[in-house]
């Protein structure tokens, strides 16, 4: 084969396996619903096709914004099924220190919450499941199994845990707030200064909310 014959070759191969990893990337960001551009699309579809039908029914059930929910799990799981889970460091070694008595408590969590626990239990306490993400320890709070937040139930729950602790918020119409305490447990700051750790995860919410509330319009 002729030199120039080669070099063209070599460069018709490098181009089919540049598109094909830019077409695995894409697919990959689409349907993992990332954070940015296009993937927003796909995660709304997501999240409508793998939890539409439970989050009307617990929406209406605890008198909660559907569109609010459904953007949440856009927000928190990208409409993911499995949703996923993402394991939090500093939360564990607060819970671990609750446990050791050298910490008073941890939010709600006493030392009396964790009496026995593994630090492999406590482990998956400082871990967030489902769709909306939840915390693990906040079983504790519902008063539930570990596995009613990341199993079949999770909406449920999720929603139940929602209109315990900021339902009255959402039903005021205060959604920013609403989502900056799913994320950091305060309102949204007076400041204007959004403390969540992704800077921009309210007025993506916000968006994804708008968006979802236009569907059911039309």
Not at 13 to 35: P, T
Not at 62 to 67: D, G, M, N, V
Request: charged share 30%.
């Amino acid at each position: 084969m002729s030199t120039p014959r080669r070099a063209l070759l070599a460069l018709t191969s490098g181009a089919v396996l540049l598109g094909a990893f830019w077409m695995w990337d894409e697919i990959d960001r689409r349907i993992e619903g990332s954070r940015q551009g296009p993937g927003d699309w796909w995660g709304k579809r997501a999240t409508q096709l793998h939890y539409g039908r439970e989050v009307h029914q617990w929406s209406e059930d605890f008198e909660l914004p559907e569109a609010y929910l459904l953007a949440l799990i856009q927000l928190e799981s990208g409409g993911r099924k499995p949703a996923g889970k993402r394991f939090e460091t500093h939360v564990y070694d607060r819970l671990v220190a609750v446990r050791n008595g050298r910490r008073e408590r941890y939010e709600q969590i006493t030392s009396k919450d964790l009496a026995g626990a593994s630090n492999e239990a406590i482990r998956n306490l400082a871990t967030s499941w489902g769709p909306f993400q939840l915390m693990g320890y906040k079983c504790i709070q519902l008063d539930v199994q570990l596995r009613d937040i990341r199993g079949k139930d999770a909406v449920r729950e999720g929603a139940k845990w929602i209109d315990l602790t900021y339902g009255h918020v959402l039903r005021a119409g205060r959604f920013e707030d609403a989502f900056h305490l799913h994320n950091t447990g305060k309102p949204y700051p007076a400041d204007g200064q959004p403390t969540t750790f992704h800077p921009d995860y309210v007025q993506r919410g916000m968006a994804y909310m708008r968006k979802f509330a236009e569907d059911a319009r039309q």
